[in-house]
């Protein structure tokens, strides 16, 4: 089994930055994905960044895209999200999330996920 820990979520003003983190452990070599979903008041899950390493790519939409970051250190067994300029619409729970394989956009697809932190971004 793998766990995954996120934290880093809090209260920021519009245009400023959180980083967030998630720390797995356990049997972290059976997967190969990680990627980042948010779910607002009243929204679905969407997925805000992925990031595989066979082969190596990142995937980001185009709400987020050139604003958040996402990132792994090996090392830590960790993966991050840095989030600039933040918006209002960024407010949301973010969850951390990993499978096996490739990078999917859909929630079911991921076999792992954390228990979530929240972001609020003030106007």
């Known amino acids: 089994q793998v766990q995954l820990v996120e934290s880093g979520g809090g209260l920021v003003q519009a245009g400023g930055s959180l980083r967030l983190s998630c720390a797995a452990s356990g049997r972290t070599f059976s997967t190969n994905t990680m990627a980042w979903f948010r779910q607002g008041p009243g929204k679905e899950s969407a997925c805000v960044a992925a990031?595989?390493?066979?082969?190596?790519?990142?995937y980001y939409p185009d709400p987020v895209k050139g604003r958040f970051t996402i990132a792994r250190d090996n090392a830590k067994n960790t993966v991050y999200l840095q989030m600039n300029s933040l918006k209002p619409e960024d407010t949301a729970v973010y969850y951390c999330?990993?499978?096996?394989?490739?990078?999917?956009?859909?929630?079911?697809?991921?076999?792992?996920w954390g228990q979530g932190t929240q972001v609020t971004v003030s106007s």
């Open positions: 999330a990993a499978k096996k394989g490739g990078i999917s956009r859909v929630p079911g697809a991921y076999d792992y």
């Open positions: 990031i595989t390493w066979n082969p190596d790519y990142t």
